[in-house]
């Protein structure tokens, strides 16, 4: 293994803190979660059954797409940057619209190797992520892409409409992971990258996309979940997402939850087995509060590692940061090679 990769995915704090407001260490949430595990353990909640049974609710159809719609890619610009080349380019979706995108590849890149999908947080973009160099130090390339009224995308009334009605949120996820299957096709047609070695790496949203990406997409071999989450209502109940709806009633949130059901992880995160996954949570999070956290632990199968912290949305800094993210490198090399 590479020195540089126990350190690469250091960059991720700030890419998370994006996403929300954060917490501070130790906010009280005893009203919305049972004891979780010790930080940085591998262990499941010891109140938690440990797997549901793989869900019969998930419809792969949501996400079918015609994969011999040509992907006509552009690259716009390229740049070097001290260790890797970053292409900004478009290629293009199935209905017509086209997905800005950034890739990047090591310089000194001599065969095919793993590649990292990236998956921003919500009110994020394809360059939250800043992971390019150390990505490329380790030997990875990686792709990042805009979500659909995000990022180059950005649709302001598209975002507001999300607090008011669900169905928004819902179809904006849906079309993001039918982009993102494209983008996983994208990077099946660069020489760099091997395909049987391709990784997925997410957090908030970008961990919600990721989980019924794997699901659907078995050329995701190893995903990794930060700050993520299953079941609509527990997560829509946080405290951070009450600030964001306005004030959303108990009914608004049962009705919320039943449009966004089809695409509730819960049901997509059983189907990621037998490939292994990564999920990070915090013991305080207010934004996808621990109830969720477990939810999403228990409705995946194994082979599962889920990995706790003290802190909220925002991962915390310091020593405990280095053994969160040491054990998300180790765990990339284990499974996808360096």
Request: charge should be negative; charged fraction near 25%; hydrophobic fraction near 40%.
């Amino acid at each position: 293994m590479r020195p540089t990769l126990a350190l690469l995915l250091l960059a991720l704090l700030a890419a998370v803190a994006c996403d929300g407001p954060s917490t501070s260490e130790g906010a009280s949430v005893e009203a919305s979660r049972a004891p979780a595990p010790s930080p940085t353990t591998d262990r499941p909640d010891p109140t938690s059954p440990g797997s549901e049974p793989p869900s019969s609710a998930a419809d792969p159809s949501l996400f079918a797409y015609d994969p011999t719609v040509p992907l006509s890619p552009r690259v716009a610009r390229s740049r070097d940057t001290r260790h890797a080349r970053l292409d900004h380019l478009t290629f293009a979706s199935v209905d017509g619209q086209r997905v800005p995108a950034l890739f990047s590849r090591p310089l000194d890149a001599r065969e095919p190797a793993a590649c990292i999908l990236l998956g921003h947080g919500l009110r994020g973009d394809k360059e939250s992520f800043r992971l390019w160099d150390l990505l490329a130090q380790a030997g990875f390339s990686s792709l990042a892409i805009d979500a659909r009224a995000h990022g180059e995308r950005r649709d302001r009334v598209t975002l507001e409409r999300l607090a008011t009605e669900p169905r928004v949120l819902e179809r904006l996820l849906r079309e993001t992971v039918v982009d993102m299957r494209r983008a996983i096709d994208y990077l099946a047609t660069r020489p760099e990258c091997d395909p049987a070695r391709t990784g997925y790496l997410g957090a908030s949203m970008g961990g919600f996309l990721g989980t019924m990406l794997a699901g659907v997409d078995e050329r995701v071999q190893a995903p990794v979940l930060l700050v993520s989450g299953a079941d609509w209502p527990t997560m829509l109940g946080s405290t951070e997402a009450q600030l964001f709806l306005r004030g959303a009633t108990p009914d608004d949130i049962r009705d919320a939850g039943a449009v966004l059901d089809p695409i509730d992880p819960k049901h997509w995160a059983g189907l990621i087995s037998p490939r292994p996954v990564l999920m990070i949570a915090g013991d305080a999070d207010l934004a996808v509060p621990p109830a969720a956290a477990r939810a999403l632990h228990e409705a995946a199968q194994e082979p599962k590692t889920t990995v706790w912290y003290e802190g909220g949305h925002a991962l915390p800094s310091g020593a405990e940061t280095e053994r969160i993210f040491g054990r998300i490198a180790l765990w990339l090399v284990e499974h996808l090679g360096g």
